[in-house]
């Protein structure tokens, strides 16, 4: 499976969450590696990415680059 495969089925499986806004996450895949990078709302979105990443088959691993806006002010 090509790296661009990877970051598509990454992109839909972020998409398909009903739960994730993924509209700030820029997902790129390099030798199966998976990167992350963005925005998301608290701390429960960004598990909730992670989750939905570690399930597509292609990703041998996640890099997480996110960050939140949660009121403590970190990821502003």
Not at 19 to 26: F, G, N, P
Not at 39 to 63: I, P, Q, T
């Amino acid at each position: 499976m090509t790296d661009e495969e990877v970051t598509r089925r990454v992109e839909t499986a972020l998409d398909s969450n009903r739960y994730l806004d993924a509209s700030r996450i820029t997902v790129t895949t390099n030798d199966g590696v998976v990167h992350l990078e963005g925005l998301v709302g608290d701390s429960g979105d960004l598990l909730a990415a992670l989750r939905s990443v570690n399930r597509v088959v292609g990703a041998r691993r996640v890099v997480d680059e996110l960050d939140t806006c949660e009121p403590d002010g970190y990821g502003q």
